[in-house]
């Protein structure tokens, strides 16, 4: 005897995450509407933060030589200073460079010509690809001279990652024949998608530094950096379902059945800590106009804390075979 609550399931399961598992029955696709992919990309490197700044000084920029990856090369400003930076965001579409259809319409239509009979045309997924540069506060680097010293505060980002993705309207119609005490029953499984996705994981710096010069060919500096890593993730899978069968229609998400039949799926994680480094370095001018420099840097790794919170409803992985099992539908 086939319970109805495995029925239902085990066709979903079929129907949703793994249709080649179906060929023991006769499944086909009725309707296939991929409906809207929207997904965005931005990224903020170290090479576009304040961390590449080079030296300036005399009317002249030494891009090579980095005042957060050598601290020694805040030497030699005799006036206070104040420089700040700021990229705005800004993005490009994907399918300005690559046919993103030519890739994605063959996978699609080697599915539907696998499991329909040639009469179904799906509508083929909408696409909206993004990916650029993550824009953001200003970043800052403050130079205060004193003496013969140097000493000043940072302020920068050295990486942010931001991404999303948004499904909306995937719709899917699939008939399945099931046999049930030798005979076959005809079962319609609809099914909708709406999910969403939005990952973003960001580092700040803040820091203060000390320098001085050793000679007339030389300096010494040292930069103590506090970093506040954060890590935050919010997944949302809006699944629903029906089932049509022997003329009476199941609905997954029901509150009303008397059997746990939500297939939605929800995944909220957030974790963050602070991070110290330290960096050493030092210059020193050599005959020839050449420079040579040595840093050593030392990071105290963080310890990320916080929480996550799953809502996962899984439907196991069921041998078709074992549905029946005797004759007739125990409804529950």
Do not use: C
Not at 4 to 19: D, G, H, Y
Not at 33 to 50: T, Y
């Amino acid at each position: 005897m086939i319970r109805l609550k495995t029925l239902i399931l085990s066709l979903l399961f079929i129907a949703w995450f793994s249709p080649a598992s179906a060929q023991e029955t006769v499944s086909r696709i009725e309707k296939l509407d991929l409906g809207r992919v929207k997904s965005q990309l931005s990224l903020l490197l170290p090479l576009q933060s304040a961390g590449s700044w080079g030296k300036v000084g005399s009317a002249r920029y030494y891009p090579w030589l980095s005042l957060l990856q050598n601290p020694a090369f805040t030497t030699g400003f005799s006036q206070p200073a104040v420089m700040l930076r700021w990229w705005p965001p800004y993005h490009t579409n994907a399918g300005r460079w690559v046919n993103l259809d030519a890739h994605v319409r063959p996978t699609v239509d080697g599915i539907v010509r696998d499991y329909s009979d040639g009469a179904v045309t799906p509508h083929y997924p909408d696409l909206d690809i993004l990916f650029g540069g993550a824009g953001g506060a200003p970043e800052g680097i403050f130079l205060f001279p004193f003496g013969r010293m140097v000493a000043g505060l940072t302020y920068f980002r050295p990486l942010l990652l931001d991404a999303s993705i948004d499904v909306t309207g995937i719709q899917s119609s699939i008939s399945t024949l099931v046999e049930v005490g030798g005979g076959s029953n005809q079962v319609l499984l609809n099914s909708y998608l709406d999910a969403t996705t939005h990952l973003r994981y960001g580092a700040t710096s803040a820091g203060l530094f000390l320098a001085w010069p050793i000679g007339k060919k030389g300096g010494f500096g040292v930069h103590l950096e506090r970093r506040f890593i954060r890590i935050d993730l919010v997944s949302d899978w809006n699944v629903q379902g029906a089932m049509l069968y022997n003329g009476r229609e199941y609905l997954f998400n029901d509150p009303e059945t008397l059997w746990p039949n939500d297939i939605r799926q929800r995944v909220v994680a957030s974790y963050s800590g602070p991070e110290w480094v330290s960096t050493w370095g030092g210059w020193l001018l050599l005959p020839g106009g050449w420079i040579v420099d040595v840093a050593f840097r030392y990071t105290r790794q963080a310890r990320l804390e916080g929480a996550t919170d799953r809502q996962q409803h899984t439907i196991p992985a069921l041998n078709t075979r074992a549905l029946v099992s005797g004759g007739g539908v125990e409804e529950i």
